[in-house]
């Protein structure tokens, strides 16, 4: 965690993550992929969570990276799978009514409407909403 302290709030880098993974497929060399990267294995992913707070109120940026990688065994061009990231942001407002502790929630994900399948042919959401409330007794 890196903190950046402002006036009368905090913004702080709170995850950062990179990956470099060679993860090759060694089980035989008679095999046209041997030494092929494994399917869905990227070379390159990484993550990075940014956090501005004020007061009672979070702002939160998440940002996740998945770099090239292949969907089959064999690593040529028509197995190749392109790159993707997305971008999500909170808001969280903490607030206190008698003796209990709430927390409301808005979020933005995949705010840049990336097109994107984890896996092929099973599509990830585009930009969704979702809104929540946290009660602590």
Not at 15 to 39: G, L, M
Not at 40 to 63: E, M, Q, R, T, V
Not at 90 to 118: C, G, H, M, P, W
């Amino acid at each position: 965690e890196i903190p950046l302290r402002l006036v009368g709030s905090e913004m702080c880098i709170r995850d950062r993550q990179y990956t470099y993974q060679e993860a090759i497929d060694i089980t035989s060399p008679r095999d046209n992929y041997y030494r092929d990267q494994i399917p869905y294995i990227p070379w390159h992913s990484g993550s990075a969570i940014l956090n501005l707070s004020y007061d009672d109120w979070s702002l939160n940026y998440s940002f996740v990276y998945v770099g090239e990688r292949y969907n089959q065994q064999e690593n040529i061009e028509y197995n190749y799978v392109q790159p993707w990231y997305t971008s999500d942001i909170s808001l969280v407002k903490s607030f206190r009514i008698k003796s209990v502790n709430l927390k409301v929630t808005a979020e933005v994900n995949n705010v840049f409407d990336q097109a994107y399948d984890v896996v092929l042919n099973y599509p990830m959401p585009m930009r969704n909403y979702r809104f929540g409330i946290a009660i602590e007794l």
